[in-house]
């Protein structure tokens, strides 16, 4: 079982920034991990994700020159820079852990997610 805990929302005027991090625990694998979000009345999506391996990332379109991901020494808190930061990133963030890979298919299915932490972005 993995638990993931997100910090770091909040809420920022247009331009500003934002670090998010997810404290990750629990001994099983986890070859994925990465952020998604959710805005009301859309469906979740992918916005930045790692394989924790080899350390590739995939980055949504609209995250690409905006947004970083990183991670501590131990690789069990990963964080997101938000920089640059829009009215349409306004969301709740979610970190989510898939114990196996692939990572970066569209449609798969993560098996952890924390609780989430809302992003609220005004012009």
């Known amino acids: 079982q993995v638990q993931l805990v997100e910090s770091g929302g909040g809420s920022v005027q247009a331009g500003g920034s934002l670090r998010l991090s997810c404290a990750a625990s629990?001994?099983?694998?986890?070859?994925?991990m990465g952020w998604f979000r959710q805005a009301p009345g859309k469906e979740r999506e992918r916005v930045a994700l790692i394989v924790t391996g080899t350390g590739n990332t995939y980055y949504a379109d609209f995250a690409k020159g905006r947004f970083t991901l990183s991670r501590d020494g131990t690789k069990n808190t990963l964080y997101l820079q938000m920089n640059s930061l829009k009215p349409e990133d306004t969301a709740m963030y979610y970190c989510a852990a898939k114990r196996l890979g692939p990572c970066f298919l569209q449609g798969t299915d993560y098996d952890y997610w924390g609780q989430g932490t809302q992003v609220t972005v005004s012009s």
């Open positions: 629990g001994y099983t694998r986890r070859d994925c």
